[in-house]
T-cell receptor
Framework: GEDVEQSLFLSVREGDSSVINCTYTDSSSTYLYWYKQEPGAGLQLLTYIFSNMDMKQDQRLTVLLNKKDKHLSLRIADTQTGDSAIYFCAETHNTDKLIFGTGTRLQVFP | EAQVTQNPRYLITVTGKKLTVTCSQNMNHEYMSWYRQDPGLGLRQIYYSMNVEVTDKGDVPEGYKVSRKEKRNFPLILESPSPNQTSLYFC?????????????FGPGTRLTVT
């Protein structure tokens, strides 16, 4: 079945870049997403990439997609303490149903 | 303001006492769904609805019911809650587009069943 995997934790120093990785198994995924969840809050869509793209940049965020390896990454440049949150990778295949990863907790320290 | 609202935000109840978590969206979205979030498991879909009176099971539907009598509302019903349904629940809505372009999530309902 469909599966999306992420590492559970990432710790970075303020000002450094963060790279959060995700692997998925469904080769027919059409959209891949990154969501951010701050403590006590719902999920906020950060960015998404269509499966026929290999890179998307949006201000401090860069998404890289390696379709051959089924690997997705989210790079946050100049990471700030406000970026501390749980980041979820998710994918869909021609439906509105999202398959989520387990989430990566990003901790930013001064 | 476009939003998805859920009520209550926090609920502590006892085993077997029926409860309903409400979800409402003001964006005229066709597609709505419920997810539960558990540590180490991410979010898993419970039920979804493609439109009024059209609902279907997600990945973890056991112990839950839903209804979609109006487009804006999609309540989640636990007829006889059990402790393994202690979780954080999210409602979401989106326009029904191939690929599911963007889903809007509610703020979450934290349920504890003792």
């Amino acid at each position: 079945g469909e599966d999306v995997e992420q590492s559970l934790f990432l710790s970075v120093r303020e000002g450094d870049s963060s790279v959060i990785n995700c692997t998925y198994t469904d080769s027919s995924s059409t959209y891949l997403y990154w969501y951010k969840q701050e403590p006590g809050a719902g999920l906020q869509l950060l960015t998404y990439i269509f499966s026929n793209m290999d890179m998307k940049q949006d201000q401090r965020l860069t998404v890289l997609l390696n379709k051959k390896d089924k690997h997705l990454s989210l790079r946050i440049a100049d990471t700030q303490t406000g970026d501390s949150a749980i980041y979820f990778c998710a994918e869909t295949h021609n439906t509105d149903k999202l398959i989520f990863g387990t989430g990566t907790r990003l901790q930013v320290f001064p | 303001e476009a939003q998805v609202t859920q009520n209550p935000r926090y609920l502590i109840t006892v085993t077997g006492k029926k409860l309903t978590v409400t979800c409402s969206q003001n964006m005229n979205h066709e597609y709505m769904s419920w997810y539960r979030q558990d540590p180490g498991l991410g979010l898993r879909q419970i039920y979804y609805s493609m439109n009024v009176e059209v609902t279907d099971k997600g990945d973890v539907p056991e112990g839950y019911k839903v209804s979609r009598k109006e487009k804006r509302n999609f309540p989640l019903i636990l007829e006889s809650p059990s402790p393994n349904q202690t979780s954080l629940y999210f409602c979401a809505s989106s326009l029904h587009l191939a690929g599911g372009y963007e889903q809007y999530f509610g703020p979450g309902t934290r349920l504890t069943v003792t």
